[in-house]
């Protein structure tokens, strides 16, 4: 039996509704325990992606990146480059545009000027999953403005909508980007974009971590209980036979036995109920186009630094930039004394700059 049929069958079994559709493609009326257990909406079409052989497994054909992407990607290999034409208009009234939409905690800004400058995106979506002792996955895409660094915020649906321009436009531009990691600096992106999405598993699989943790702390107490009892039953014994120092000795013996075997399974507990998060890319799609760039200068006690924003081409908004430390993209944050640019959660006390001494004092 194929892969989808028999994923079908097994759904049906589970009290899924299931309708053939096109091609090899099902859909699937998921039964409410499904939805969490599956994490997966009420509706969903599955179909294997034939076309990318190299990715060969279920994906959620809904994701409306993923199916706007599979058309390039399926045409172009799994890494794609898309050309978006137009220009951007100038903002009549920059300054004001970034006080309403970029906060500053403890340093100034100043707003320099605006240009119309070529950006390129780098459009990732991963198959992120989290693996215990069970294992689910889902796929998160991600976007980063790989000129400037900053994430666009919202971008998805209106990338959506501009896939098609992007995909009719670029069929002569096509395929003259090297691949993302044959690109000088993209290893680095693309680690970025990873570590972007694996901080992001913490909010998107709470029920698993929080169930994984429920169960480990049930095993545990269930050991507690189990080598407690041992414990007071060798006790127990050693204090009615009323023994000399030979029968002490035995049973101190024994208690030494018991109680590293304790934290042995203890840590076996532990490791089984580790979740590991992994997170895969599924391809990449390269976007380029023109975007209004703001040039910004912050400034903190006597140092400056000058970061360029851009206004998202597809939505006018402005991009975020990415907390130094912990990769959250914010327009609300602080600047450390080594003036990295911080989320709120990672100031006051700079983890970069901590790691940093750490690094040098070794
Ligand atoms: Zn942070
Ligand atoms: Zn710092």
């Not at 409410?32 to 959620?60: A, K, P």
């Not at 970025?192 to 999405?197: D, G, H, N, T």
Request: net charge neutral.
């Amino acid at each position: 039996m194929d892969l989808i049929g028999w994923f079908g069958a097994v759904a049906e079994l589970e009290g899924g509704l299931v309708e053939e559709g096109d091609g090899d493609r099902l859909s699937v009326l998921f039964p409410d325990h499904l939805q969490r257990r599956l994490q997966v909406g009420e509706m969903e079409s599955f179909g294997m992606e034939e076309r990318d052989s190299d990715v060969g497994r279920l994906l959620h054909d809904q994701n409306p990146v993923i199916a706007g992407m599979g058309a390039i990607l399926a045409e172009k290999g799994r890494f794609a480059t898309a050309k978006l034409p137009g220009k951007p208009p100038l903002l009549r009234t920059p300054e004001a545009f970034l006080e309403r939409h970029l906060t500053a905690q403890n340093f100034i800004y100043r707003y320099r000027d605006q240009q119309i400058e070529p950006v390129r995106y780098l459009i990732v979506p991963f198959l992120l999953g989290a693996v215990s002792d069970m294992k689910t996955e889902r796929i998160v895409t991600i976007i980063l403005n790989e000129t400037t660094r900053t994430v666009p915020l919202g971008m998805e649906n209106d990338l959506m909508a501009a896939l098609p321009q992007a995909l009719s436009s670029s069929a002569t531009s096509a395929a003259a980007d090297p691949a993302p990691s044959a690109d000088a600096g993209a290893t680095e992106t693309l680690s970025l974009m990873k570590e972007m999405v694996r901080r992001q598993a913490m909010q998107l699989f709470p029920e698993f971590l929080r169930s994984a943790e429920r169960r480990m702390l049930r095993d545990l107490e269930r050991l507690q209980e189990y080598y407690g009892a041992i414990a007071r039953e060798i006790e127990t014994g050693a204090k009615k036979r009323l023994g000399g120092d030979g029968e002490r000795e035995k049973a101190a013996g024994r208690l030494e036995a018991a109680r590293l075997e304790y934290e042995k399974k203890i840590q076996d507990v532990r490791d089984k109920y580790a979740v590991e998060i992994q997170a895969e890319p599924l391809g990449a799609l390269r976007l380029r186009t023109a975007a209004v760039m703001f040039h910004i200068q912050m400034q903190r006690r006597k140092q400056v630094l000058q970061i360029k924003l851009p206004i998202n081409p597809l939505n006018g908004r402005l991009e975020a930039l990415p907390c130094a430390s912990c990769h959250t993209p914010v327009l609300n944050g602080c600047l450390c004394d080594g003036m990295h640019f911080l989320c709120t959660a990672c100031h006051p006390n700079c983890p970069v700059c901590r790691g940093q001494r750490r690094g040098n004092s070794v």
